[in-house]
């Protein structure tokens, strides 16, 4: 059984090559409203600049000296991606949709640290410094962020315009074009605020996929998208680990 799965995965993978273009505009559509559930794999894409919520293996030279946060432009970029997931000892699954108010964590994919904040200053502004800290079970409030649906919305969908506010610290997921000369030349430095500001809106989850039920990638600013290795890939693999235990 796991090697048959493990050779579909290797067809898919090699396989499966979509362009935008192969996507009809019913299917774009469809795509918008979708909510977004604990399990959703996204990227959050700051409102003014456009760029996206980004992390890497590169630690700060100040302040925590913990894993640097930044804003990246670079639309396909798989460091932009992040897991949904719930608070410690909660009752949620996955699947479950997330309401407004409500306290999530956002894990890096590739590095499966958490989205953290503390009292150190940002690195270019002062402002609260915004870090990836711990992974799996390393893990505490200063990982906590409360989604807030701005325009009345009392369910997180996708391309809905959001705040988080750190729960530690009240600070708000913040950026602007502020931009680093060194850690990450050209990307911009993201922080924390604790009074809301245009600067600090979150307003699409392109990117987005499930692990439960079907799977969907939306990339880029416009309405395309696509079905990505990446998807394929990250899925099957995980799911493969899960038969082998």
Known sequence: MAFSFFALTLFLYLGLDLD??????????????????????????????KYRLHSHDVPYGSGSGQQSVTGFSTVDDSNSYWIVKPVLDSSE?????????????LQHM???????????????SGNLEVSCFGGGDESDTGDYWRVEIEGGGKTWKQDQRIRLQHLDT???????????QRIAGGQQEVCGVRDKRPDNVWPKTDGR???????SLKEGGGGGGALSQLTIWYFCTTYYHWLMI
């Open 20 to 49: 935008q273009s192969s996507l009809s505009p019913a299917s774009a559509a469809a795509s918008e409203g979708v909510e977004v559930t604990y399990g959703s794999v996204l990227k959050l894409m700051h409102e003014r600049t």
């Open 93 to 105: 699954k996955q699947g479950d949709i997330i309401n407004s108010g409500t306290l999530i964590r």
């Open 110 to 124: 590739r590095t499966r640290k958490w989205l953290h904040s503390h009292l150190h200053a940002s690195p270019i």
């Open 170 to 180: 009240g600070g708000y997921l913040h950026s602007h074009d502020k931009k680093y």
């Open 209 to 215: 996929r499930q692990f439960s039920g079907a799977m």
